[in-house]
């Protein structure tokens, strides 16, 4: 099959475009967190934790092994930072509790419970 020439330039040019647009756009995102105090950036990502786990244990039957993966992975967060995260630590705080409370409620009703989170 006979290649046309330029077909395929006009299809690179589209992907260098396309890929100068994605740089663009990982350039803004980029600013974008750089103007961000970090205790902001670290809050969201332990909201998106708690969330994760939050998902996991809302299943039906809940998904107890996922959900401790995500909740350990809060608390090292939180443990790790404590004092340094802000306004929001305590929020995130009270939050990992009640993602704690709430696995232990959900898991002493699941049939294969997890031992320890």
Same mark, same amino acid.
């Given at each position: *099959? !006979?290649?046309?020439?330029?077909?395929?330039?006009? *299809? +690179?040019?589209?992907?260098?475009?396309?890929?100068?647009?994605? *740089?663009?756009?990982? +350039?803004? *995102?980029?600013?974008?967190?750089?103007?961000?105090?970090?205790?902001?950036?670290?809050?969201?990502?332990?909201?998106?934790?708690?969330? %994760?786990?939050?998902?996991? %244990?809302?299943?039906?039957?809940?998904?107890?092994? !996922?959900?401790?993966?995500?909740? +350990?992975?809060?608390?090292?967060?939180?443990?790790?930072?404590?004092?340094?995260?802000?306004?929001?630590?305590?929020?995130?705080?009270?939050?990992?509790?009640?993602?704690?409370?709430?696995?232990?409620?959900?898991?002493?009703?699941? +049939?294969? !419970?997890?031992?320890?989170?």
């Amino acid at each position: *099959m !006979p290649s046309n020439p330029d077909a395929e330039k006009q *299809m +690179d040019q589209s992907e260098a475009k396309a890929n100068e647009e994605k *740089m663009k756009e990982i +350039d803004r *995102m980029r600013e974008e967190i750089l103007s961000s105090p970090p205790e902001i950036v670290i809050a969201n990502h332990c909201f998106g934790l708690f969330e %994760l786990a939050a998902i996991y %244990l809302s299943e039906n039957p809940p998904r107890l092994v !996922p959900a401790t993966l995500a909740i +350990d992975a809060l608390a090292g967060l939180v443990e790790s930072v404590k004092g340094r995260l802000g306004e929001h630590e305590q929020t995130i705080t009270d939050g990992l509790a009640q993602l704690r409370l709430a696995f232990v409620q959900v898991s002493t009703l699941a +049939d294969n !419970p997890v031992e320890k989170i």
